[in-house]
């Protein structure tokens, strides 16, 4: 089994940062893509940002400028740095790890980012 840890979350205003972690562990061969989504009331879930095993990565085009992601191969992490936050982005964010030869995704249990404004 795998398990996704996500800490960081919070309470900022409008203009702040926060950084985001989700360390992954258990039985873990290689990991694909790592990354984040995320989920606010009344909305879908959607991607924000991920990063591949050689380190390319994609944003969503509203966090572009504002977000960055990155990964701690060694430690099996990733993180996403959230700068000029905006109230837009309060939601619930997840990570994902795609894991092994089959790519088998696994999912953290959220962290709640609110901003305000």
């Known amino acids: 089994q795998v398990q996704l840890v996500e800490s960081g979350g919070g309470l900022v205003q409008a203009g702040g940062s926060l950084r985001l972690s989700c360390g992954a562990s258990?039985?873990?061969?290689?990991?694909?893509?790592m990354g984040w989504y995320r989920q606010a009331p009344g909305k879908q879930r959607e991607s924000v940002a991920h990063?591949?095993?050689?380190?390319?990565?994609d944003y969503l085009d509203s966090v572009k400028g504002r977000f960055t992601i990155s990964r701690d191969n060694s430690k099996n992490t990733v993180f996403l740095q959230m700068n000029s936050l905006k109230p837009e982005d309060t939601a619930i964010y997840y990570c994902?790890?795609?894991?092994?030869?089959?790519?088998?995704?696994?999912w953290g249990q959220g962290t709640q980012v609110t901003v305000s404004s």
């Open positions: 258990g039985s873990i061969s290689s990991i694909n893509a």
């Open positions: 990063i591949t095993s050689a380190g390319n990565t």
């Open positions: 994902f790890a795609n894991i092994g030869a089959w790519g088998t995704t696994y």
